[in-house]
């Protein structure tokens, strides 16, 4: 499974969405589903778990819809030399 997919997978999972519940790269976590700060975290952490990296502040800010935390997450498994 590929970074993104697995990503999406988290979300939906921590969002209690359907597995075939559509998610739009460019959808608002918060505004676009629903998700309150702590929805949001708890994704985050179950990322940084998963995939066994750590986000940067900044990166957590850019990783407000599913596309932005995609990208940071090949950002950071590239840094790491993983992807």
């Known amino acids: 499974m590929n ?3 697995e990503v999406a997978q988290i979300v939906r999972r921590n969002l209690r969405l359907a597995e ?10 918060a505004d676009g589903l629903g998700a ?4 949001v975290m ?6 940084e778990e998963t995939f066994g990296i750590e986000l940067t502040a900044e990166s957590v800010t ?3 819809t599913l596309d932005g935390l995609v ?4 950002r950071a498994l ?6």
């Open 36 to 39: 309150d700060s702590i929805l």
């Open 71 to 74: 990208h940071e997450v090949e």
């Open 42 to 47: 708890g994704i985050l952490v179950r990322v």
């Open 20 to 29: 075939d519940h559509p998610l739009p790269g460019d959808l608002s976590f």
């Open 3 to 5: 970074p993104g997919d």
């Open 78 to 83: 590239a840094a790491a030399g993983r992807r």
């Open 62 to 64: 850019r990783s407000d």
